[in-house]
């Protein structure tokens, strides 16, 4: 009896025992707040890697689960949840809503070598999403940042398709090349214009020097960090995006037409005292009608696929992009196609994740010459006379009688251009990292950056006035390699003790760019055909004297580093950071061959301190954050700290009247400097981040105080060194200002909107230049001379002339201006070729001469204030966005008409001329000689407004309902449209105002190639 007790007892432990180790099979349906599946949301079972993702109808299932478990829900954009299996059983449904996650807090933002969540930065960081990219139909990344982020300006000097664009992070610190640091998936690389904004997933901008010093050498100017979209861990899908747009000028400059035009200069000539023309009125011809190309076509088509697991993930995609011109569309357009591949994959119990990011690109690009005063189309069509025709009678293309100096038929010069840019880039990168231990990781990564750049050119024989023709064909080509590698090696060390966490990132970068070219030319095609489609040298006269060629290895750039960071977080309350990198460039003699780049930041969260608990139903985030650290820049070419050796010339070796000996001479090609030194930017930050009402109202402030020291420059030497001027450390350039980011979001039943905006302020001024003048020299435009410029007190890139007052309307107004006296003691007018009607120029020192000491500042090319806004709101799968962009407190140099080619066009503003006493008081008389030179002096006359206000990107889509799509096995459609560009507000009369390239040279419009106004309908799909 005893022995059949205890076998009872242990059949009654083994059931109450299987009952608690039973496993079980859990089903259920993710939707989010609309009641809308939601597809490939990640169920795992906490504390191990198994797992299951949603279908497409947002259901699942999951097996062998034990009855005490807990499930955990994630997916991109929505908030993780937890749910424990309490008092679950297998037949009971778990249905799962989800909610969008609230704005930043948690969201984990890429830094350098790293991540980090948003809440934790100390740094200024500012970020655009993959949602950002989608709501405008960009050709270059830049576009995307665009008004997008507060303290970073893109401006573009001309919108020829393919043009590069110019970002400046916190102002302009440098004369020499001031573009930030591009990181692709972990790789510098030396441009972004082979990628498609289509495959970016999010790109963070590091402002100021603790986040960038981590790039010590190539940090000065600011970094972007760039990712491309990765494998997640779901259901493969595959998705299309593409649009179709067409593209039309924003505006034309306002010019005269033919009546307009001979008035203007037969009153001219009476005014000079000469007969009349009888202008031959062959026609009135609008030449920008003439070159534009309306509703130019522009489109893209994107597909890619997406997938797999928690231990392998794909994302690959192919792409094309196609624009033409506005001007030449056969000669100004632009062929993109790309292919990508971003893989990863875990093993060995997850310790070892391997990865790699493989991009190509082939883009095919022609342009013509841009905002190019001495010939280009542009400016013919903006200074050749309206009487020319487009084609005589007999056919040929029109030749002015009236204009010269290269300003030629726009419309036949486009047919005569053929120049074609080829490029060929591969970029790509591999790592491994392994998990040494559980909180110490080893990570090493190699990457390549390859180009083949070709170009091809061929003017063919022709004829388009005296002073443009061609009499023999010619045919040039070039061809480029570009290597670059780079080599990183990093050890990342976690340590959470309670509630300190630090985190410790060392390691080493080896990089190394190389560059080989050829280049050939021949003329007179002879052997074929003549044409485009022949131009080919081998088709060219094969003699030596027609032929050339020339090529060779680039001198290579190599960069040796160290870097180390630490970062320390007490119980999410308070947070340090410290960052040290060392540099050793190939670009510096042997003494200062290493830079060092230190910075130093700290953060605070006042809301998660005790005293601030009465602000928490207001105020859910409020941190304080400073910083201070320094970057490098060598923007230089190789090796500048020697003198190398090249040709100067013949001399002769003896008598030369008596048979002297002429032998082939050299010298040294420049002045050494080989103390030259790493150039050195040193900031500090004071910022703010706020978040009200569960992060409904985000705020963000940041001051900041950037000097950029031993800018490297050319330094100009007396003429009779007979050498080039060397590089030397010669200036400071200070950028202080404020940025501000707003953001709002909401949301009341099937609606909900939301506005984001950001404005800066940045004041820019030169500390410090080394030369006895103090000045640096800026662009020099045609008779004008030199018109920007850099001097100490004053920004970088100031327009330098002469003030105006108004025009002399009498006799008597002549009579009073300046007078001094000349070496014979005769007394000399300031002016003394005045008449009523010119312009009256300021004699600021008050010594009755007028000369480059009556020059002064006459404005600033670069902003003062740039911003953007940024309006959103859905309704029921309706959704419109509208993007705001603008820049003020700068002016704009508009140079566009030549002075020197005869009777060019002119602005329609001289309809307002002076014609006789107090008729105007802005535009002089007309005159053609110019005796005063009304038009030849650089004056407050040119300088004008630059403030701008732009509706940059307006959108609207519908997506249909997940239901209905579902029926269809589509997991996503919407389809919008959308305009570019599509109004500008500003006083400015060029044909676009928001152009620029340089520093010391920006801000200059000599005749550019304007931006678009474009429509587009587009698609999204995904199944």
Do not use: C
């Amino acid at each position: 009896m005893k022995r059949l007790k205890l076998f009872f007892v242990a059949l009654l432990l083994s059931s109450v025992t299987s009952i608690f180790a039973q496993t079980l099979s859990i089903s259920g349906n993710v939707n989010d707040e609309l009641g809308s599946p939601i597809p490939g949301v990640n169920i795992s079972i906490k504390g191990t890697t198994n797992g299951v993702i949603t279908d497409l109808d947002g259901n699942y299932t999951i097996k062998n689960v034990a009855a005490d478990a807990t499930l955990v829900f994630s997916f991109i954009g929505m908030k993780t949840q937890e749910v424990p299996l309490v008092n679950k059983n297998t037949f009971e449904a778990l249905n799962i809503v989800m909610a969008a996650s609230s704005i930043g807090l948690d969201e984990v933002v890429a830094v350098g070598y790293g991540t980090r969540k948003r809440s934790s930065i100390t740094a200024a960081i500012s970020s655009v999403g993959e949602k950002d990219i989608e709501k405008t139909q960009n050709l270059r990344v830049e576009q995307a940042l665009q008004g997008r982020t507060a303290g970073v300006t893109v401006t573009s000097s001309s919108a020829q398709p393919g043009a590069g664009m110019s970002v400046r992070i916190r102002g302009a610190g440098t004369n020499g090349n001031s573009d930030p640091l591009y990181i692709v998936d972990g790789l510098p690389v030396g441009g972004i214009d082979y990628l498609n904004p289509g495959d970016i997933e999010s790109i963070e901008i590091l402002k100021d020097a603790a986040s960038s010093s981590i790039y010590g050498a190539r940090g000065a100017n600011g970094v972007v960090l760039i990712a491309t979209k990765k494998g997640k861990n779901q259901a493969f899908t595959v998705n299309y995006d593409g649009y179709r747009s067409f593209q039309s000028p924003e505006r034309k400059l306002s010019l005269l037409n033919s009546d307009q035009y001979a008035l203007y200069y037969n009153e001219a000539q009476l005014n000079d005292g000469v007969r009349p023309t009888d202008f031959n009125r062959r026609a009135d011809t609008d030449w920008q009608d003439e070159i534009y190309n309306m509703n130019a076509p522009m489109m893209n088509h994107s597909v890619s696929i997406n997938g797999g697991t928690e231990r392998a993930k794909i994302s690959t995609g192919i792409s094309y992009f196609g624009q033409e011109g506005l001007i030449a569309p056969d000669n100004s357009n632009y062929n993109r196609i790309t292919a990508r591949v971003n893989a990863e994959t875990k093993s060995h119990n997850d310790k070892l994740r391997t990865g790699t990011s493989l991009y190509y690109s082939n883009i095919e690009s022609k342009g013509i010459d841009v905002n190019n005063i001495y010939g280009g189309p542009l400016a013919s069509a903006y200074n050749l006379d309206p009487l020319t025709p487009v084609r005589d009678a007999d056919g040929k293309y029109g030749v002015s009688e009236y204009v010269a100096q290269g300003i030629t038929n726009p419309v036949g010069k486009m047919e005569y251009l053929h120049s074609k840019t080829r490029t060929d880039k591969f970029v790509g990168n591999i790592f491994l990292e392994y998990s040494i231990l559980e909180n110490l990781k080893f990570k090493s990564s190699y990457g390549i950056d390859l180009a083949y750049v070709t170009w091809d050119n061929y003017n063919p024989i022709y004829r388009l006035s005296p002073s443009d023709y061609n009499l023999v064909d010619d045919v040039q080509k070039s061809m480029t390699r570009y290597f670059n590698y780079n080599w990183e090696n990093v050890l990342t060390y976690d340590l959470d003790i309670q509630d300190h966490s630090i985190n410790v990132v060392a390691g080493s970068t080896i990089l190394e760019e190389t560059s080989h070219s050829l280049w050939g030319s021949g003329v007179d095609i002879t052997k074929t055909p003549k044409g485009v489609d022949y131009a080919y040298i081998d088709n060219t006269l094969g003699d030596k004297e027609t032929r050339n060629s020339s090529g060779g290895k680039g001198v290579p750039n190599r960069l040796l580093s160290y870097f180390s960071r630490v970062n320390y977080d007490y119980n999410e309350k308070y947070f340090f950071s410290a960052t040290f990198r060392a540099d050793g460039s190939s670009r510096f003699g042997p003494d200062n061959k290493y830079g060092y780049f230190p910075s130093f930041s700290g953060g605070w969260v006042l809301t998660n301190e005790s005293f601030a608990a009465p602000l928490t139903n207001v105020a859910n985030f409020i941190k304080l954050r400073a910083s201070w650290g320094q970057n490098g820049s060598n923007h230089i070419g190789n090796f500048v700290y020697v003198s190398n050796i090249t040709d100067a010339g013949s001399y002769v070796i003896g008598n030369p009247l008596s048979g002297g000996l002429s032998q082939q001479g050299l010298a040294p090609n420049t002045i050494p400097t080989p103390d030259i030194r790493w150039e050195t930017s040193e900031q500090a930050d004071i910022g703010l981040d706020a978040h009200f009402l569960n992060s409904k109202f985000t705020f963000t402030f940041d001051f900041y105080n950037k000097l950029t020291k031993d800018l490297l420059l050319e330094v100009k030497i007396p003429g009779h060194y007979g050498s080039n001027s060397p590089i030397d450390n010669a200036a400071e350039v200070r950028n202080r200002g404020y940025e501000f980011e707003f953001g709002y979001n909401d949301k009341a039943g099937d609606f909900s909107w939301g506005a984001n905006a950001n404005i800066s302020f940045n004041e820019n001024e030169v500390t410090y230049i080394g030369n006895d003048e103090k000045v640096l020299g800026g662009a020099t435009v045609q008779t004008y001379g030199l018109v920007t410029r850099a001097e100490e007190g004053e920004p970088l890139g100031y327009f330098w002339g002469y003030e105006t007052d108004g025009l002399f309307q009498d006799q008597a107004d002549i009579n009073n201006q300046p007078v001094s006296v000349n070496g014979n003691g005769n007394i000399v007018n300031m002016l003394p070729n005045a008449q009523p009607g010119d312009v009256r120029f300021v004699d600021q020192n008050g010594d009755g001469i007028l000369d480059d000491n009556d020059k002064i500042n006459l404005g600033n090319s670069n902003p003062v204030y740039f911003y953007g806004l940024t309006l959103l709101a859905d309704w029921k799968g309706f959704d419109i966005s509208m993007f705001l962009q603008g820049a003020g407190g700068h002016q704009i140099a508009n140079l566009s008409r030549r002075l020197d080619a005869g009777l060019t066009n002119l602005p329609s503003t001289v309809l307002n001329r002076w014609t006789g006493e107090n008729t105007s008081n802005n535009e002089p008389r007309a005159s053609i000689e110019d005796p005063n030179k009304n038009y030849s002096r650089f004056s407050d006359r040119y300088v004008l407004d630059g403030d701008y206000l732009r509706i940059k990107n307006v959108q609207l889509g519908y997506t249909f309902n997940k239901n209905t799509l579902s029926k269809l096995r589509i997991q996503h459609l919407k389809l919008y449209v959308a305009a570019q560009n599509l109004y500008t507000f500003t006083n400015y009369p060029g044909v676009d105002v928001e152009f620029g390239s340089g520093t010391i040279n920006s801000g200059v419009d000599t005749g550019t190639y304007p931006q678009a106004r474009t429509f587009t309908v587009g698609m999204n799909l995904r199944f």
